[in-house]
């Protein structure tokens, strides 16, 4: 049984498609370094360092130029037992987490997450509390709830709820929602559907409510670590894809 946003999370990452925040470019990344210790059995340290390409537009004809930006992430993960702490130490802010299990049976798993994060330079901040629901069987159905809800220096508060519903071993059926408490700015229904009989590969149907936007794809794991992605995209209002036509087509591969 897996959340709304974790059916695709690969994918995503393979097709370079922001879920939940699809307006973000990130910027290129000229190179990275990662370091792991888990210097006790309940204590993880991950430390990266990496430099990105931040591209500047010119403001005439002349060609856009790249500034390289340094950046660094410390995190400390301690697990308590039935709370899991983390402490995230960056180059722009300071972070910190809480996570603990509420409920931990056979048929149910909830989950309650608070969290902080401050940045010095631009005195902002942002307090966050999580509630994940995995349930039982529901008469032959399962559910993934997810409730995320944001609160920041300008008094602003969204709400990020998801439900994925895996009807059975091959289907899930979902949707995701971003809430400022007045207007759903955000609306992403989903279905996923895994072959019981082809463990490497899956497909799926999403649609993007805010931008008019429907999208079908698939992967395919051709071997262990090597994956392929594709996925069609359909405007059906103001989308210009290729051609001038309403239509586009991404794919990533992963070796």
């Known amino acids: 049984m897996s959340f ?3 059916l ?4 995503n990452d393979r097709l370079g498609y922001i879920a939940d925040d699809p307006e973000r470019a990130d910027d290129n990344v000229d190179w990275k370094l990662n370091f792991a210790a888990k210097p006790k059995k309940n204590i993880d340290l991950t430390m990266e360092k990496k430099v990105e390409c931040k591209v500047v537009a010119a403001k005439d004809a002349t060609p856009a130029s790249c500034t390289q930006v340094e950046k ?3 995190k400390l993960k301690h697990n308590h037992g039935d709370c899991t702490t983390t402490m995230t130490f960056a180059n722009d802010k300071m972070a910190g987490e809480a996570k603990a299990k509420l409920v931990n049976d056979d048929d149910w798993k909830i989950d309650l997450t608070t969290a902080g994060e401050i940045k010095q330079a631009s005195k902002a901040y942002k307090f966050t509390g999580k509630l994940d629901i995995l349930s039982g069987d529901m008469g032959g159905a399962k559910a993934a709830i997810n409730i995320h809800a944001d609160y920041n220096q ?14 059975s071993d091959e289907f899930n059926l979902g949707v995701n ?8 700015q955000e609306i992403w229904p989903q279905m996923v559907y895994k072959p019981a009989d082809n463990k490497d590969s899956f497909y799926w149907a999403r649609a993007d409510m805010t931008r008019s ?4 794809g698939c992967d395919q794991q051709l071997k262990e670590g090597i994956n392929h ?9 103001d989308f210009v894809g290729i051609g001038g036509k309403p ?3 991404l794919s990533g591969v992963e070796y």
């Open 4 to 6: 709304f946003a974790n």
């Open 8 to 11: 695709l999370k690969g994918t």
């Open 72 to 74: 660094t992430n410390t």
């Open 154 to 167: 300008k008094g602003d508060v969204v709400v990020k709820p998801a439900v994925n519903f895996e009807v």
């Open 177 to 184: 929602a971003k809430w400022d408490t007045k207007t759903f």
């Open 213 to 216: 936007l429907l999208r079908a």
């Open 229 to 237: 992605s594709f996925e069609l995209v359909y405007g059906w209002k």
């Open 247 to 249: 239509v586009a087509v």
